[in-house]
């Protein structure tokens, strides 16, 4: 495969469910017996998009958006109503054996590995599975050990282990056969802070250093922050935005936070009072002001404020991406 060619091609993919809807009491209940109510469900609504090689893309949208069917179609749980997809110039539906060789899966509320046995019997029953070569099962081994620390898991049953030290497993195993893609559900649900920040290590380093492409579906959005350049996000079966974290904030989000420390004659809080300024709070001999960048000229305001007032330091930073995130929800 050429480097930048699209391992993912999805256009105007649809996916339809029907339901039957059953009301509560007996007659109700009778009634289903001749004659059902259903209903259609669009789960996906026209969706087109591509994924290049070597791209750590984020997938991101409420609950209920479509982010879980489109995984499944991808990986060929699921077939689509209409459109077409490929997953490496295959059909991931009607290929599904042969291309699940070419991909690795994480799901973070599902384990890959088996319950009562060592993991690394387990990952022995992988490499017998994708036919790993010896040297290429024992290099992964010892970079997973590495780059994971998972050398004193080895020997455990899965079952012994914690949420943290499974999950770490159930990468490398995803990993183990040196796929080109990897889809990844929820990988650091339910982790401790060091766990995530291993989980997010190594998959920064394995995407760089190998140039696998990732597929990621997280509500965590420190996940999306710290390892995706891309994000698609999805709402109500479509695609709302697909493009940089960076213009994903300049297109939905428009508001600032201003530190401000000042060194003497500290301003009274509704000194800041103007169109544009949506908060203003003091911590002490710092004032942290909101502003909205569409009713107000920030380098203006901040100029103003240096001019009036003895300031030891400031500084202008964006909103969180979480606060982004559900800022674009709620609209």
């Not at 490499?127 to 290429?136: A, E, F, L, N, Q």
Request: net charge positive.
């Amino acid at each position: 495969m050429m480097k930048n060619e699209s391992v993912i091609n999805v256009k105007n993919l649809t996916k339809e469910y029907v339901i039957e809807e059953k009301e509560s009491g007996l007659w109700s209940a009778v009634k289903s017996l001749f004659k059902r109510k259903k209903r259609k469900i669009v789960a996906l609504d026209n969706i087109s998009f591509s994924v290049n090689e070597g791209e750590f893309i984020g997938v991101i949208g409420p609950n209920g958006a479509g982010k879980s069917t489109l995984m499944k179609i991808l990986t060929g749980v699921l077939f689509p109503t209409k459109g077409h997809v490929s997953v490496n110039g295959k059909d991931p539906h009607k290929n599904r054996l042969e291309i699940a060789k070419e991909y690795g899966v994480v799901f973070g509320n599902k384990s890959n590995l088996l319950w009562d046995i060592a993991v690394i019997d387990s990952f022995e029953l992988s490499k017998s599975i994708y036919k790993i070569p010896d040297h290429v099962y024992e290099e992964n081994l010892k970079y997973f050990a590495k780059n994971l620390g998972i050398s004193k898991l080895l020997k455990q049953p899965v079952r012994k282990l914690s949420l943290g030290e499974r999950m770490k497993c159930e990468i490398a195993n995803a990993f183990l056969h040196n796929p080109k893609l990897v889809f990844l559900d929820e990988p650091t649900i339910g982790l401790d802070v060091l766990s995530k920040d291993s989980v997010r290590s190594f998959l920064r380093k394995i995407n760089k250093e190998r140039k696998t492409t990732i597929i990621l579906t997280t509500h965590d959005m420190k996940d999306i922050s710290e390892l995706c350049e891309r994000v698609i996000l999805i709402n109500e079966g479509r695609i709302i935005y697909d493009g940089t974290l960076s213009d994903l904030e300049r297109k939905f989000y428009s508001k600032r936070k201003i530190r401000i420390l000042f060194s003497a004659s500290y301003p009274k809080i509704e000194e800041f009072s103007a169109d544009g300024v949506l908060h203003v709070e003091k911590n002490g001999e710092e004032y942290l002001l909101v502003v909205e960048l569409k009713k107000i000229k920030l380098k203006e305001f901040v100029q103003k404020i240096l001019s009036k007032y003895k300031v030891a330091d400031f500084h202008v930073e964006g909103i969180e991406l979480a606060e982004i995130i559900k800022e674009i929800y709620r609209k």
